[in-house]
């Protein structure tokens, strides 16, 4: 598996990915919802993928080159999906966290997540400088139950990651 990061916008990927020709090539777009509506930016990134001449799951669920993923409202609430990892990378972190009616449903936390998440981190000790996305990713991801996750964008990852 080849992992790559590029920045939201660069539509000339998806034709650089055209031209490889690997056979059993499947390549997995992930990005942030942000404030973008969740439909027009799916119907965008598969617009792209048709443009390039990529086949996506959703045109083409059993012969596809492209699946298009997005994280809802942003990657951070999956971590809000997943509180006992949470917790395991964060002592201190309250294990009731998921109860508490901002969090309930990990794609519904106003105010922005990744802000959320630094709010609650900070609130009990750490990152007192400012939420080091990259180092709480890492810590947090290291004990995510796959199968335990509550975000509904995070379990559709997971299938279209499973479907590969």
Known sequence: MDVR????????????YSKWHVPGL???????????D???LKKRLEAMCKAAGL???S???SAFTVATCIAIEE?????F??????TAAYPGVPSTLAAQAPYRDPEKISGGTWEALERVLQRVGYFSGGLAKI???????????????????????????RAL
């Open 5 to 16: 990061r590029f920045r939201q916008g660069r539509s000339g990927v998806a034709a650089g």
């Open 26 to 36: 499947r390549v997995v777009v992930l990005v942030d919802r942000d404030d973008d």
């Open 38 to 40: 969740c439909k027009r």
């Open 55 to 57: 086949k996506s799951k």
């Open 59 to 61: 045109a083409s669920p």
């Open 75 to 79: 990657l951070e609430a999956w971590f």
């Open 81 to 86: 999906g997943d509180i006992p990892a949470l």
């Open 135 to 161: 180092a709480a990713a890492r810590a947090i991801a290291a004990h995510m139950d796959v199968d335990r996750n509550r975000s509904p964008s995070f379990r559709h990852f997971v299938q279209t990651m």
